[in-house]
């Protein structure tokens, strides 16, 4: 979270805050101890409206963080939903594709020659295979006359 700003754009943390407000009562103080009453009471009355400046700046900071909270807690709800609708269906998507696999499996261990041997199995394969190697039609020998 960035730093505090006062109206001047100068950062403001709690230390410069206090520092501040430490001046303030030694100014007091010393307008008190040499008799300046008028002074110090409009002092006083100076420090009140800053300090009651800050305290409506800090509420209103509050606020606007607590928006922008809600904000990015509804973003987060949204996107949790999304991601546990997407994983719902993947899970549905596995499910099916596993028993597309079992079905395709049992169906070819029951297809004729397939399933357990050497090579490739399964009707495409053999069609391939026949394909590859046709036998020569046997040539018919002229005997000599």
Do not use: W, Y
């Amino acid at each position: 979270m960035p730093p505090k700003r006062d109206a001047g754009g100068s950062c403001r943390t709690v230390g410069d805050v206090l520092a501040k407000l430490d001046a303030q009562v030694q100014q007091l103080e010393t307008l008190l101890s040499t008799g300046e009453k008028k002074e110090a009471f409009e002092k006083c009355e100076n420090i009140n409206q800053e300090s009651d400046q800050m305290r409506d700046q800090a509420a209103t900071d509050h606020t606007q963080r607590k928006k922008e909270l809600a904000v990015r807690k509804q973003a987060l709800a949204r996107k949790v939903a999304t991601t546990s609708n997407a994983l719902a269906e993947l899970r549905a998507v596995q499910e099916e594709a596993a028993h597309m696999f079992a079905q395709l499996r049992a169906k070819m261990v029951a297809a004729p020659g397939g399933g357990g041997g050497s090579g490739e199995a399964g009707p495409a394969a053999k069609r391939r295979k026949q394909v590859a190697f046709q036998p020569k039609q046997p040539q018919q020998l002229q005997r000599g006359a």
